[in-house]
């Protein structure tokens, strides 16, 4: 496993659990799950990836945005980087693309 994927696979399970165990807002606590991450190759930015059980994703996507200096302090607390990386929240379509998909592959039928 090459660095950087451990970097993002660190970041990862680390800002899931910061989600979880210190946000105290309802509408992400339980209901935000991290897909994805993406780091630049100089650690300075990232892309997180997520998906969440409520439909209005693009207030959700807002809200953890705004969680972003929240998250960034306890990761800094308990990640051991040179640099931890600026990064965005970006929802993940690619469920929904998927069920675009099948849909329209079960009309085909």
């Known amino acids: 496993m090459s660095r950087m994927h451990k970097i993002e696979d660190l970041l990862h399970k680390e ?22 991450i993406k780091v630049s190759k100089d650690i300075r930015s990232a892309i997180v990836y997520f998906t969440t059980l409520k439909n209005d994703f693009k207030k959700i996507e807002k809200i953890m945005n705004t969680l972003k200096p929240t998250i960034k302090f306890y990761l800094s607390k308990n990640v051991h980087l040179k640099r931890i990386p600026d990064f965005k929240f970006i929802f993940d379509d690619t469920v929904i693309k998927g069920q675009k998909i099948n849909t329209l592959l079960n009309s085909l039928k």
């Open 15 to 36: 800002i899931a659990s910061i989600i979880v165990t210190k946000i105290d807002n309802q509408d992400v606590k339980n209901t935000v799950t991290i897909t994805d």
